[in-house]
């Protein structure tokens, strides 16, 4: 497996801080660590861990940086995370106890992490939150590797409809909503069975995990849900049309469709008119 295979594109949503990571690492025997990282944007009044970049992205670029330091083809993916956390937690210890943070203030973050095995001949997937993976296979179809739904984001439209046909903007829109997104990260955060990678895991994380095998030629996909808009927000694309275009046209051009359209459209069915968006796209082979 080679680096060079890799390509990858994350823009902010607007002037503050990307939310989003990309990260990838080539370990000595071949084996190939490729992550993606939405950090959830924060209900809180202020940022308590980072007041520049914000908690999401401090936590995000932190774990990131400790997941690099115990991360090895030997440890298993679901226990390099509980190492890494504790890592983490280890590290700035001193900054997470002197921080009065409500739990609602918490940072929290989808992940999806693929491992391309020592020999490219099959793969692993760990999976938090709603991000994206497929496969583009050598004759054009796309199959989606990790099928979720997450089930807020019904609720969430649903609500949101409903503030729309009171005529609310979108920051009243936000005013309105944020004690049920509060009382929402309060559940993710404190949940016995966390879907969601957060600082203190009140028990083992209901992560989704998928072997998977590869053939010799084709594409690896990873998004955040940001870069999915153009499939399940807006309609521009179907999962099949997208991944063929990223990997004829190339990320840079779907991403400046998306945040095009995005300019255009005065809010929509979201909480957020645009939102940090994130691919990485591996070739196998070659």
């Known amino acids: 497996m080679n680096q060079t295979n890799i390509t990858s594109l994350s823009t902010a949503a607007n002037d503050k801080s990307n939310e989003d990571l990309i990260a990838s690492h080539l370990h000595a025997d071949g084996t190939l660590d490729l992550l993606i990282f939405d950090g959830a944007s924060s ?50 210890s001193k900054l997470l106890q002197s921080t009065a943070m409500p739990v609602y203030a918490r940072p929290i973050a989808a992940l999806t992490w693929l491992r391309v095995h020592a020999g490219g001949q099959h793969a692993s997937i760990y999976a938090l939150g709603d991000c994206k993976a497929f496969l583009l296979d ?99 694309y179907d999962d099949q049309s997208l991944m063929q275009a990223c990997a004829t046209q190339g990320l840079d051009a779907l991403m400046q469709e998306l945040r095009a359209h995005e300019a255009g459209k005065a809010g929509g069915m979201t909480v957020k008119k645009a939102d940090d968006a994130s691919v990485v796209m591996l070739r196998l082979g070659e």
């Open 138 to 236: 050598a004759e054009g179809k796309a199959s989606e590797l990790d099928p979720y739904i997450n089930p807020q984001e019904s609720i969430l439209k649903t609500a949101i409809e409903k503030l729309k046909q009171e005529g609310l903007d979108e920051q009243a829109r936000w005013a309105r909503l944020l004690p049920m997104l509060r009382e929402r990260r309060v559940a993710q955060n404190m949940s016995e069975q966390p879907s969601i990678l957060c600082l203190y895991p009140q028990g083992s994380f209901a992560a989704r995990e998928h072997h998977i095998p590869l053939a010799s030629t084709g594409h690896l996909l990873l998004m955040t849900d940001g870069f999915y808009r153009l499939v399940d927000s807006y309609h521009l």
């Open 43 to 92: 209900v809180s009044d202020q940022h308590y861990l980072d007041e520049q970049c914000g908690d999401p992205a401090w936590f995000v670029q932190q774990f990131t940086a400790a997941l690099a330091q115990v991360a090895t083809p030997a440890v298993r993916q679901a226990d390099s995370i509980n190492l890494a956390l504790h890592t983490l937690r280890e590290q700035h």
